[in-house]
């Protein structure tokens, strides 16, 4: 009878240990807080007192392409690049794309393969070959991947990705250790039934086959909310993404979140607010992540710009077990 007792108890305190033992743990995960580096502003050679929305680097680090709206181009937004001679050096004044991307609509900040050969980027489907929607996504061809002028007649990727509603945000993934590559973008949330409408974007994706040509695309349930989910920028290993969004959570309007995975096949994980030293009241958007993964370009409206949007530049440090939430509800 004794040692029936004490089997009893020994099976009523091990639920009683485990729970000691995982919930600290599951509390720990739930206020890791995302820790960077205080965002500095890119200046004024590459900011102007118009909007700079949406910001682009190629695998090389040498070329910064980000759209504008300022004096010297052709439409409502154009793509400008600006180049540094190297990693250290100072970027360079910045150039408009020419007529043969740009237009006199709208033109966003593109994405780039591996090799910086190709490039892609959403245009309005009137002004540009081939065209399956009002903006879809397009894709250039560059002989030489350090000509950032030397891009030839863009292609339309057709009705796997491009649809009746409105392509955006193309950002081009190379898994390294497959060779597999993955097209993410957004596109209006009515596109599938039972969406949303309006001017509400989710992610999608679709995979490249051997061929060049693209499976049809599909939603990213895990990255996709009710809200406005918009341009992502993923780690060259394809363990992290980060995008924008104003889901709940947000500390403004638009903010950046980040999401995680084991490998390249997994899902990705709940998004996670970068929290505030990033992210402010005002809008952060438009992000792109540099090759040493850790090197964040964005665009925000915050105070301290020099004009509307403007594009600034952060390290991503790691994770902090204890994040400080008095500092964090004092800052503005």
């Given amino acids: 009878m004794r040692s029936t007792r004490l089997v009893m108890l020994v099976l009523s ?6 729970f000691a033992q995982t919930e600290p743990e599951r509390n720990r995960a739930e206020e890791t807080e995302w820790v960077a580096t205080p965002p ?15 910001v682009a680097i190629t695998h090389s680090g040498l070329s910064l392409y980000f759209s504008s709206d300022r004096p010297g181009g052709y439409g409502n937004l154009d793509i400008w690049v600006s180049h540094r001679k190297s990693l250290d050096a100072a970027w360079g004044e910045p150039q408009n794309l020419g007529s043969v991307i740009n237009s006199k609509l709208t033109e966003f900040a593109p994405s780039f393969s591996r090799d910086d050969h190709w ?5 309005a489907t009137s002004l540009h070959p081939g065209g399956v929607g009002g903006i879809d996504i397009y894709m250039s061809y560059r002989l030489d991947p350090t000509d950032d002028l030397g891009w030839q007649t863009p292609i339309n990727l057709g009705p796997a990705v491009n649809s009746q509603f409105n392509e955006f945000d193309p950002i081009y993934f190379e898994d390294p250790r497959t060779g597999e590559a993955t097209l993410y973008f ?4 009515e596109r599938v039934p039972n969406g949303h409408g309006g001017f509400l974007f989710d992610i999608y994706q679709s995979t490249r086959n051997a061929d060049g040509s693209f499976q049809p695309a599909v939603k990213n349930k895990e990255l996709s909310s009710p809200y406005d989910d918009r341009r992502v920028t993923i780690r060259k290993d394809g363990l992290m993404l980060i995008f924008t969004s104003d889901r709940p959570g ?30 402010t009241e005002a809008d952060e958007r438009g992000a792109a992540l540099a090759e040493d993964g850790v090197t964040l370009y964005f665009s925000s409206n915050r105070p301290g710009g020099f004009g509307g949007d403007d594009i600034w530049v952060t390290k991503l440090i790691g994770r902090d077990p204890q994040p400080q939430r008095e500092q964090r509800r004092q800052i503005p």
């Fill in 186 to 189: 957004i596109s209006n949330q």
């Fill in 119 to 123: 490039m892609f980027f959403p245009a």
């Fill in 13 to 18: 305190v091990i639920p009683a240990m485990l």
């Fill in 40 to 54: 500095q502003n890119l200046g004024s050679v590459i900011n102007s007192p118009n909007d700079e929305p949406q």
């Fill in 250 to 279: 947000s500390i403004g309007g638009l903010d950046l979140w980040v999401s995680t995975r084991s490998n390249t096949h997994d899902p990705w994980s709940e998004p996670v607010n970068l929290g505030p030293t990033i992210n």
